[in-house]
């Protein structure tokens, strides 16, 4: 499989990244046994990049499979932490849940933030660069949806690496177009940060344009990897054939692979909070029933809208 310099982090990658958020608890909330597999396979496999938050609850997963794989890979995790000591117990909780003394890639998670982001977590930020300068991080940086965040990030001279969405719909971007978006990822890239990207399938959305959405983000010049989720072994041994390059005439189909997410009306008590947490804006309330309901056209399937549900009424179908 093919790999990647990671921007001016010195930091090689295969083209192909595990993330890690479909398999838990946000997600498919799949055992831990049963995604440490996914993530062994991965690994044995040939991927030697994965991608993780704290958020995502599947460190524990990743510390079995690698243990079991017996394969070191690059990590980057990410904390949604505010401030100097909340950064602080992420980076110490993923060096501890991970089983790993340095971690790879440190970003500040800020999918739906602004650029006031960098003030509002100036702390955390801080924290960051401090555990970069021990050793502890090898690169840090910023996971977003937002155009705006990517142009300024490029101009920091302190990031090393941008994690952004982008996909041929132009799903999912905030502050911008598909063309805006790729601009200041270009921007990013000429400034010599380490760029991968999320979302490529637009959370899944457009899994029926597998080859037409991949070949799209895989050509966009100065990008290392493209993170994929994955929550099964047919779904670990396609992308590693796809990225393998195998001819199209040996793939299997993937026509029919499907997901989208749904509130059980029954379920829900109205408190909004999946509507303020939804990064893409695709919760809302009802004016009549005071329930929250998906809108579809929106949908990343990313799930974070179930980690602020109190009443787990929100479900993958």
Same mark, same amino acid.
């Given at each position: 499989m093919k790999t990647n310099r990671l921007g001016r982090t010195g930091i090689e990658v295969t083209e192909l990244c595990f993330g890690a958020l479909p398999m838990g608890p946000a997600q498919k909330d799949m055992p831990v046994e049963e995604s440490a597999k996914l993530v062994e396979a991965a690994l044995l496999g040939g991927i030697n990049f994965i991608d993780t938050a704290q958020m995502y609850h599947t460190y524990a997963p990743i510390r079995l499979g690698i243990k079991r794989a017996g394969i070191?890979?690059?990590?980057?995790?990410?904390?949604?932490?505010?401030?100097?000591?909340?950064?602080q117990a992420a980076i110490e909780e993923?060096?501890?849940e991970l089983d790993i003394d340095v971690i790879d890639i440190m970003l500040l998670h800020a999918a739906r933030a602004g650029t006031s982001v960098f003030e509002e977590r100036v702390g955390a930020l801080q924290c960051m660069l401090d555990y970069k300068e021990k050793g502890i991080l090898r690169a840090v940086g910023i996971s977003t949806h937002n155009v705006k965040v990517v142009e =300024? +990030?490029?101009g920091m001279e302190e990031?090393?690496?941008?994690?952004?969405?982008?996909?041929?719909?132009?799903?999912?971007?905030?502050?911008?177009? =598909? +063309?805006?978006m790729e601009q200041a990822v270009q921007t990013a890239v000429d400034a010599g940060k380490g760029v991968y990207l999320m979302k490529a399938l637009s959370g899944g959305l457009h899994i029926n344009e597998f080859d037409d959405c991949m070949r799209y983000a895989r050509n966009i010049p100065g990008i290392a990897a493209v993170a994929l989720g994955m929550v099964s072994l047919r779904e670990v041994e396609y992308n590693l054939k796809y990225f393998s390059d195998i001819p199209a005439d040996e793939l299997p189909d993937v026509q029919g692979w499907s997901k989208r997410y749904t509130v059980v009306q029954s379920l829900c008590i109205g408190c909004g909070r999946c509507v303020k947490g939804c990064p893409n804006l695709a919760m809302e309330m009802g004016k009549e029933t005071h329930k929250a309901h998906v809108l579809q056209d929106r949908c990343l399937t990313c799930g974070y809208c179930t980690t602020y549900c109190p009443q787990f009424a929100i479900r993958i179908i």
């Open positions: 070191r890979p690059v990590i980057a995790t990410k904390s949604a932490a505010a401030d100097y000591e909340g950064m993923a060096r501890r =300024r +990030a490029a990031l090393d690496v941008v994690f952004p969405i982008l996909n041929l719909h132009g799903t999912g971007i905030l502050e911008g177009t =598909r +063309a805006d």
